[in-house]
Nanobody, 120 residues
């Protein structure tokens, strides 16, 4: 069983910074992609950033230049450094991990979500 545990959410003033962490636990994990999505009230869940095991990253246009995703493969942990936060970044942030069962097949796992509130 794979569990993802998030930490680091909370309230911050606009222009401030916050760092989210997400640790995956389980036995003999082979994690391919990890990343973050977010969901604001009344909106669909949207991709924020992803990172592959080799370090390749991708970002939503709305966060490029402000957010940085990174991961520690030895710790099965992914991070999201959020700078220059805006009120529109307010959302519940969910981490995910694509865990491989075979060389080409795997399953997606999700964290419970952590609230980020940016006040102006």
């Amino acid at each position: 069983q794979v569990q993802l545990t998030e930490s680091g959410g909370g309230s911050v003033q606009a222009g401030g910074s916050q760092r989210l962490s997400c640790a995956a636990s389980g036995s003999a994990l082979r994690i391919a992609g990890m990343g973050w999505y977010r969901q604001a009230p009344g909106s669909q869940r949207e991709l924020v950033a992803t990172i592959q095991s080799g370090g390749t990253t991708a970002y939503a246009d709305s966060v490029k230049g402000r957010f940085t995703i990174s991961r520690d493969n030895a710790k099965n942990t992914v991070y999201l450094q959020m700078n220059s936060l805006k009120s529109e970044d307010t959302a519940v942030y969910f981490c995910y991990a694509h865990v491989l069962r075979t060389l080409f097949k795997g399953d997606d796992y999700w964290g419970q979500g952590t609230q980020v509130t940016v006040s102006s």
